[in-house]
C-alpha cells in the first residue's frame, strides 16, 4: 500500500500537485481570485466526511516585521465542504468562502484561530516589506484520502484547466 511508505502512526501521505516556477517572487498582496472546482465523490465522503476536501497552499516569503528572520511559511486555504456530491461543483470561491491560515504562527492567523481571505491579506499587510509567493499547489493533507478530482484552479486572471495530456491556461472572463 502507498500510505505504507510514511513512518508516521498511523501511515499516511500527503500529495501536492503545483508550480515551483510561475509564481516565484509574486506579490501575496496581488492576489484577488482564487478557487476552484471540485468533483467530490461519496466514497471521499465516507472517508472523511463532508468536509474532506483539497485545499491550495502557497509557499510564501511572509515578512512580517514582528518576525524578520522568518522567511517561510505555508498560506492554507482549507474550504467549505463540497456544495454537490458526484457531479462537478460550481466554482468555489477562496476568497469568500472557507478559511485561511499560516503553518508558521507569524501572524494571528493560525490553523487554531482561522482568518477570512481578507484578514490573511490584512495580516501580512504589516507596513514593512511585502509577502511575496515561493510555490503554488493544490493539495490533501495527511488527515484523510481524498477521492476526487480538482479542475478549473484559477489564480487572479488566469485558470488552469488540468487535462491529460498536461495543464492549459487560459484567460478569466
Known amino acids: 500500500?502507498?500510505?505504507r511508505s510514511t513512518s508516521q502512526t498511523p501511515p499516511s501521505e500527503k500529495v501536492d500537485f503545483g508550480n515551483e516556477v510561475d509564481f516565484l517572487g509574486d506579490p501575496v498582496l496581488g492576489l484577488k481570485n482564487l478557487g476552484f472546482h471540485v468533483f467530490q465523490t461519496s466514497e471521499n465522503i465516507g472517508y472523511?466526511?463532508?468536509d474532506n476536501m483539497p485545499n491550495?497552499?502557497?509557499e510564501i516569503d511572509p515578512n512580517v516585521d514582528a518576525h524578520p528572520s522568518d522567511n517561510y511559511s505555508t498560506m492554507v486555504w482549507v474550504p467549505d465542504a463540497a456544495p454537490v456530491t458526484g457531479r462537478w461543483?460550481?466554482?468555489i470561491?477562496?476568497?469568500s468562502t472557507g478559511y485561511w491560515y499560516l503553518?508558521?504562527?507569524e501572524t494571528a492567523c493560525t490553523q487554531a484561530a482561522r482568518c477570512s481571505f481578507e484578514q490573511m491579506k490584512a495580516s501580512l499587510n504589516d507596513g514593512g516589506e511585502a509577502p511575496t509567493i515561493y510555490t503554488v499547489s493544490v493539495g490533501k493533507g495527511r488527515d484523510h484520502m481524498w477521492i476526487?478530482?480538482?479542475d478549473g484552479l484559477r489564480i487572479n486572471r488566469n485558470i488552469y484547466d488540468f487535462e491529460?495530456?498536461?495543464v492549459r491556461t487560459r484567460r478569466a472572463d
Do not use: E, L, Y
Open 103 to 105: 503553518t508558521g504562527n
Open 164 to 166: 491529460a495530456d498536461g
Open 93 to 95: 470561491d477562496a476568497t
Open 89 to 91: 461543483s460550481p466554482f
Open 56 to 58: 491550495i497552499r502557497f
Open 148 to 150: 476526487g478530482a480538482v
Open 1 to 3: 500500500m502507498a500510505d
Open 48 to 50: 472523511g466526511g463532508p
